[in-house]
Structure formats: structure tokens, C-alpha cells
């Protein structure tokens, strides 16, 4: 760990998810969510698994805590479920929604461990969905109302506040190409969902500071680009693929412009929706996995790109290739794109593999370890370079549900026997303690 040496006030953390672990998903006046749909409905998801129970956090969260005050992090980034708080997606809240929240937040705080609080990470309300989902601006005006609650109730104690986790998802496999709830094949017809997701964070950051909530940003996943070739044709097809996974994404926000390539596919009159979108942010967090290939579109592709995969890496159990300099490169460019970029926190990082439970008890992921141990390495090149980095925050604590990939990527510091929830952590999770505690 020699090299991997990081300011005395970095912050460390791992980040979760509320559909990925909490389970419950019909406990507490929860409502039904685009995900409980979609997981319910045949072919989409490997061995037709559901987030019924997913790793029980609702009920285990006391055990969880506990484990992540043992690791030493100093902050935890979870996501409130809108269809706990709101269950129509509308209107008063909860009050068992919230109430859980003040137990799992309150109990975080006795830990010693800062919140950091994601309001969405992709569990619409169906009903929200139902009346048009991120096609229609009202769901923007819907999310800002949800935001002000949240704010409203936890501005007190959450100390770092995410709008929206990665919209590029949401937009691409949600609406694009449907791989993800709710499932929609609309191509470049998905592109206003960016903009009204753009425009509900924008409304969001409004209404969180309007209830006093402070520290305030981003956690949009990013990845560099690389074209197949250095030819013309190959790099003007990179170029077009970042303007729509990156760009579209981090501009509106931090130049309050979209990038040429997109405008056309915008709503009307999304210029005026600019100002509202690019509200000063005292951070922007980036989730960073892995590089995209890019290639010239063959005959017959709608699409101005082809996607390719990135080869020549390892790759981990959820197809990604393990490319740690990848990091570095992209906070660079950003770095250099963006001269008023604010701080920045890697707000996800991590990686899935076949982990087991070992005859003698331990889960031993050395290969998580040296994943880690790359990033990390490029994060502090990076940050060596000029980027003002302040944290960073591992996907994930748990073993937990990955979305249409079902249980099988294993993410987790913690391993997660599904049949009897048994937590076991891993190799990796004593070497990210010793890491955090600077021994
Ligand atoms: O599990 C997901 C998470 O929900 C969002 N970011 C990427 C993770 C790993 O695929």
C-alpha cells in the first residue's frame, strides 16, 4: 500500500443502493416500483431472480452498520426509495418510509459514519411511470417535490446529497435499448429523459438547499471513450458516443450547454431549462468502471456509433474490463474540459467476481484486492496530476441484487449467503479497513 497514500482528511466510503439490498419491498406502505415490475415480468432478469428479500438490509441494517464501523469508513452512500417516501410518487409522505430512514440515518450517525444520501438511483414509483416516466417534464417537477421532503425531514443529518444516481443508465438501458425497468426500445428517442433527469437534478438542488441542506453534487458515471481505430470514420464515432454518455450528462450541469451532437434530439425548448439545470455544485461525484469502445456504425445501424468492447483486459464476472489507468485518464480529461470543475468524489468504483466461502470460512478476493489496488493507484496519478479529488467510495459494502444480471456478480467487502443472509466479509474488506485506517 506503499504508494497509495491519501490526504489525512479523504474521505472513505462504500456506497449502496436501496432496491440492491433492502428487500421489503412490500413492507412499511412501500409502493410498487418500475423495478418491481420489471423483475416480475418473465425474461428479464438471469434465472428470473427478484429483489423481494435482495441481502434484507431493511431489517439487518443494524448488522450492517455495525460491520461498517468495524471497516472504519467515515461516510456511507445509501439511496432513499421513492416509492417508500412517496408510494404514488406524489403528494404527503409516508410516515413509515420516513421513519425507517430516521432509524437506518440515526443509527449511521451513532456510528461515527457520515450519511451521504443518493435521493434516486433508478426506483421510480409506477405510477410516476405510468403517466410518462423521464419521457414527461412532470416527472421532473414530481422528483423536486419528493427531493424537498427528503430535504426537508434528513437536511440535518445527511452531510452529502446525490439527486440522481448515473441518469445516463436510466436513459440508455432503461428507454434506449430497454435492458434495464422500464424497459423501453426507443434508441435516440430516449435522449429527452436525459434532459428531463438533467432538469429534475437541477430542480432537486433547488429544492434541497431551499430546506437547508448543504453539500450538494453529482454521482454520474463516466467512462473515456476509445475508438476501435485511429481512423476518421472510428474517432468521429467516439466522439459521437461521448458527446451522448459523458457529455450530455456533465455539461448542462457544469456548462449549462448540451453538446452539438444531442440538440437535436432534445425536447423543445430545453434552452430554457439550461439556467434551472446548472446550479452551483459543492461537488460532482463520478462512478467510474470500466472504458467504451467505439467503431464506425456498418449498413443498416441507426445509430451514428457502434459500440465495441474494449479487449486485451481481464475482465470481472459483470463483463467489464479491469482497466484501473482508465480512471486517470478520465479525471484528467475532465480536469482539462472543465477548468471549474468542482472537487470531486469517486462516488462508486468496484468490481464483481465468483467470490465463495472458503472450507476454512474466509472469502478470499484477492483478485478485488488488486483491482483496488490499481484504481486507487490512478486515482492518487490523478489527483498528482492536478485533479482535486476528495474521496472515493468503493461499490460496494454487500453482495447485492445487480439489477437484470440478477445475484450472480458478487460486489461486496461482504460477502452474502442469499439462503441463510449470513454476512461474511472478505479478504478484500480487511484490506480496505487497513487502508482506511492508515495501517
Ligand atoms: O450495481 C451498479 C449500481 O447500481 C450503479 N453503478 C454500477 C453498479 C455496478 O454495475
Known amino acids: 500500500m506503499e504508494n497509495l497514500t491519501f490526504p489525512s ?3 472513505w466510503g462504500v456506497s449502496t443502493s436501496a432496491f440492491q439490498i433492502e428487500g421489503a419491498t412490500t413492507e412499511g406502505g412501500r409502493g410498487p416500483s418500475i423495478w418491481d415490475t420489471f423483475t416480475a415480468t418473465d425474461g428479464k432478469i438471469a434465472r ?3 429483489a423481494k428479500v435482495a441481502a ?3 431489517h439487518r441494517y443494524p448488522e450492517d452498520i455495525a460491520m461498517m464501523a468495524e471497516l472504519g469508513v467515515d461516510a456511507y452512500r445509501m439511496s432513499f426509495a421513492w416509492p417508500r417516501i412517496q408510494p404514488d410518487g406524489k403528494g404527503a409522505p409516508n410516515a413509515e418510509g420516513l421513519a425507517f430512514y430516521d432509524r437506518l440515518i ?15 438511483h433508478w426506483d421510480t414509483p409506477q405510477p410516476i411511470e405510468d403517466a410518462g416516466g423521464w419521457l414527461v417534464r412532470d416527472t421532473a417537477e414530481r422528483f423536486a417535490e419528493y427531493a424537498s421532503i427528503l430535504g426537508e425531514h434528513f437536511a440535518d443529518r445527511v452531510k452529502m446529497w446525490i439527486p440522481l444516481n448515473e441518469p445516463m443508465v436510466m436513459s440508455i438501458y432503461g428507454y434506449a435499448i430497454g435492458e434495464y425497468a422500464p424497459g423501453q426500445f426507443l434508441l435516440l428517442d430516449a435522449i429527452p429523459t436525459a434532459h428531463y433527469q438533467n432538469l429534475a437534478h437541477g430542480l432537486a438542488v433547488q429544492a434541497l438547499r431551499a430546506a437547508g441542506a448543504t453539500n450538494i453534487g453529482t454521482a454520474n458515471n463516466h467512462s473515456p471513450i476509445w475508438a476501435a481505430a485511429d481512423t476518421p470514420a472510428d474517432n468521429a464515432a467516439a466522439a459521437w458516443l461521448d458527446a451522448l454518455l459523458n457529455r450530455t450528462f456533465a455539461e448542462p450541469l457544469l456548462l449549462g450547454s448540451y453538446p452539438d451532437e444531442i440538440v437535436e434530439h432534445l425536447p423543445e425548448r430545453f434552452a430554457d431549462d439550461l439556467p434551472t439545470i446548472a446550479q452551483p455544485l459543492d461537488f460532482y461525484g463520478v462512478n467510474y468502471y470500466e472504458p467504451q469502445g467505439a467503431a464506425a456504425p456498418g449498413e443498416g445501424n441507426p445509430l451514428p456509433f457502434e459500440l465495441r468492447p474494449v479487449e486485451g483486459y481481464p475482465v470481472t464476472t459483470n463483463d467489464s474490463p479491469i482497466v484501473p489507468d482508465g480512471l486517470r485518464e478520465l479525471l484528467v480529461s475532465f480536469h482539462e474540459r472543465y477548468p471549474d470543475l468542482p472537487p470531486v468524489y469517486i462516488t462508486e468504483n468496484g468490481c464483481s467476481f465468483d467470490d465463495v466461502v472458503a472450507s476454512d470460512g474466509g472469502v478470499h478476493d484477492q483478485d478485488r ?3 483496488l489496488t490499481g484504481h486507487l493507484g490512478a486515482l492518487r496519478e490523478a489527483m498528482d ?11 460496494s459494502l454487500l453482495d447485492n441484487f445487480e439489477w437484470s444480471k440478477g445475484y450472480a456478480p458478487r460486489f461486496g467487502l461482504v460477502h452474502v449467503d442469499y439462503e441463510t443472509q ?12 487497513k487502508l482506511v485506517s492508515g495501517t
Open 385 to 395: 496530476a492536478g485533479v482535486d479529488v476528495r474521496g472515493y467510495f468503493t461499490w
Open 48 to 50: 428470473g431472480e427478484q
Open 9 to 11: 482528511e479523504f474521505v
Open 106 to 120: 440515526d443509527a449511521v450517525c451513532e456510528a461515527g459514519i457520515a450519511p451521504a444520501a443518493t435521493v434516486y
Open 369 to 371: 484486492i488488486d483491482f
Open 422 to 433: 449470513r454476512r461474511t466479509p472478505k479478504d478484500s474488506f480487511d484490506w480496505y479497513r
Open 56 to 58: 434484507d438490509h431493511y
